[in-house]
């Protein structure tokens, strides 16, 4: 039984094959894995998700290390909810907005009531994720 993985240049893993006979072509981006050490892993269909490949290892993604100081907060234009540990090159995205961190830090504040998503984004970290509440 063969095993590949397919990842891009920052190891990210795009997809995995499982194939008996010797019909797999390796290359650059389509790497050999033991299928014995992996076998868990190649079957799931999010396997990129949730790993990555780096030094010659499949390993899982590091947590982001982004931190979020509360989740409820007032819409006042005022009340503050502070964010940090942004990894410096991360996207934050708001919703529909986004921007990329030259800082590790951000101070959200807002004019509206409403649910807002907020998303931190840098591979090879998983996405943090937060639901902020203004009231």
């Known amino acids: 039984m063969y095993a590949a993985i397919q990842v891009n240049e920052?190891?990210?893993?795009l997809g995995s094959i499982v194939a008996t006979g010797d019909s797999i072509v390796f290359s650059?981006?389509?790497i050999s894995v033991d299928y014995d050490t992996y076998d868990d892993l190649l079957e799931q269909p999010?396997?990129?998700?949730l790993h990555w490949y780096d030094a010659g290892i499949v390993?899982?993604?590091?947590?982001?290390p982004a931190v979020i100081d509360k989740t409820d907060c007032l819409?006042?234009?005022v009340d503050t909810v502070h964010v940090t540990n942004i990894p410096i090159g991360a996207t934050v995205s708001l919703?529909?907005?986004s921007e990329v961190a030259s800082v590790a830090?951000?101070?959200l504040?807002?004019?509206?009531?409403?649910t807002y998503e907020l998303t931190v984004s840098l591979f090879p970290y998983l996405d943090f994720k937060a639901t902020i509440h203004a009231t």
């Open 95 to 97: 919703g529909a907005l």
């Open 28 to 30: 650059e981006s389509v």
């Open 105 to 107: 830090t951000a101070d």
């Open 109 to 114: 504040q807002f004019d509206i009531a409403g």
């Open 59 to 64: 390993s899982a993604r590091p947590v982001n």
């Open 10 to 13: 920052a190891g990210r893993i």
């Open 46 to 49: 999010n396997m990129g998700d």
């Open 75 to 77: 819409a006042d234009g």
